[in-house]
């Protein structure tokens, strides 16, 4: 079947530039959004329909990583007997098998359309949800079963990643940025959400009912479900690029950006699962619905942090976020011991808003440090071949980068178990030094070879 746009021919388009063929399963034969005739008549809404309904199954992804972080705390109150290393285990798990899934969602786009797996990633989040509102209903659940259905959580991870690699299909290079900017900060707006609505769904006349928190994502991951079979499209332009990934995996940035964006996605997601476990810790008397304004500032604030690489270099930026990291991080340490409320509140959201503006400009620095590699060094002008070899390591250290970086979620949660709240903030702020040091060593030193391309 073919289907044409007539309000293009209004708008200024021929039949031939907006023209697309469409196959059964709503899959698109001939998309071409660097075609201006076609973006400009029929590509852009299209593209935007495919934007709304993906970001809507990534926000779930997200809410579904940050549910543990939020339902933990209310174990005890539950009549659940856990230690605190127990409880934070099962904050941490999520990140765990979120690293894998983000590495493995990649792939799935390519392979089978990404209106089909917006579908399947939707209905697969049914799992957790259910296993949670089950598990918890119980206070006998024994833990081993908890931490298992804490780990398909993880599932949410791969969400993110999915989205990203199937919006950046349908996106011209010129506004491309902007879409997977904002396709992000959608998805992360989840985890705000579901720290704002499971206290309030959870209290009821009798006392808590804690199956809620999971019985909630039910309905939504059936709307998500409907509305990419409805209204989203299948692209067959869409390949994977599997040898991008040992390309990137042999090149020294890979790793150096990874373990940056640990510091960044890693801390916001970490932040984000603990900081209610840690109020509850400090402050019992302070209220739970406190708990989301860090998640959603954030969230708010990465665009932000892209706008700013843009405008000032990334590296630049990044270095400032990690600078901004250590004295978050530097003040809880020393000021945890006196209890102040408005103090700790202040400095945490002080590690959100870098953390947040972080994700945008470390993954800023992506692009452009590959791209770098292409220059040389005498003249400043990009060689060809050289160029195109770094947009496929770029694009395979944005896949390696993801999943290195979710592991924040684990092991943020771990130190604090591990080493208490003040040697998980010491620890942290050691990292903190080291990849504020990393940034300005290979990106920004006047001699290092990527200098000279204002990465």
Request: with cysteine.
């Amino acid at each position: 079947m073919a289907t044409s746009s007539a309000d293009a021919l209004a708008s200024g388009g021929s039949a031939a530039d907006s023209y697309l063929e469409t196959k059964p399963s709503r899959w698109i034969t001939n998309w071409n959004p660097e075609n201006e005739g076609q973006w400009n008549t029929v590509g852009k809404k299209i593209a935007r329909r495919n934007l709304t309904w993906s970001m809507f199954a990534e926000f779930l992804g997200f809410a579904m990583m940050g549910l543990w972080g939020i339902v933990v705390p209310q174990l005890p109150a539950a009549g659940f007997n856990f230690t605190a290393d127990e409880r934070f285990w099962l904050i941490a798990a999520p990140g765990l098998t979120g690293a894998l899934m983000r590495f493995l969602y990649t792939f799935t786009v390519p392979m089978v359309g990404g209106r089909n797996w917006t579908i399947a990633s939707a209905l697969l989040l049914m799992i957790p949800a259910a296993g949670l509102a089950y598990a918890v209903s119980d206070p006998t659940t024994p833990f081993w079963l908890l931490i298992i259905i804490a780990s398909l959580a993880g599932l949410g991870a791969g969400n993110f990643t999915s989205s990203m690699v199937n919006i950046s299909f349908f996106y011209p290079e010129k506004v491309k940025g902007a879409a997977l900017g904002l396709n992000a900060s959608g998805g992360n707006l989840g985890v705000a959400w579901v720290q704002f609505t499971v206290p309030i769904v959870i209290i009821t006349a009798g006392g808590l009912a804690l199956d809620r928190a999971g019985l909630i994502f039910i309905p939504l991951c059936i709307i998500a479900a409907m509305g990419a079979y409805f209204y989203m499209n299948n692209l067959t332009c869409a390949r994977a690029d599997i040898k991008s990934f040992g390309l990137a995996l042999a090149d020294r940035n890979t790793f150096i950006i990874s373990w940056l964006y640990i510091g960044t996605f890693g801390s916001y997601i970490g932040y984000a699962n603990t900081f209610a476990t840690l109020l509850r810790s400090e402050f019992p008397e302070v209220s739970m619905k406190i708990v989301f304004v860090g998640a959603l500032t954030g969230a708010l604030v990465r665009p932000i942090g892209g706008w700013l690489a843009d405008r000032y270099g990334g590296a630049r930026m990044t270095m400032i976020v990690f600078s901004l990291m250590c004295a978050g991080s530097l003040g809880l340490v020393m000021t945890l011991e006196q209890l102040n409320f408005p103090l700790f509140f202040g400095l945490f959201m002080l590690l959100f808003i870098a953390a947040g503006m972080g994700n945008g400009t470390v993954y800023r620095m992506i692009p452009a440090a590959f791209r770098a590699t292409a220059l040389d060094p005498q003249t400043g002008s990009l060689d060809p071949t050289k160029l195109a070899s770094a947009r496929r390591l770029a694009g395979g250290c944005i896949g390696v980068a993801g999943a290195i970086g979710s592991l924040g979620a684990f092991f943020i949660p771990r130190s604090f178990a591990m080493f208490g709240i003040v040697g998980g903030f010491t620890l942290f702020l050691g990292c903190y030094i080291t990849m504020l040091f990393m940034t300005w060593y290979f990106y920004l030193r006047r001699s290092s070879p990527l200098s000279i391309a204002n990465v």
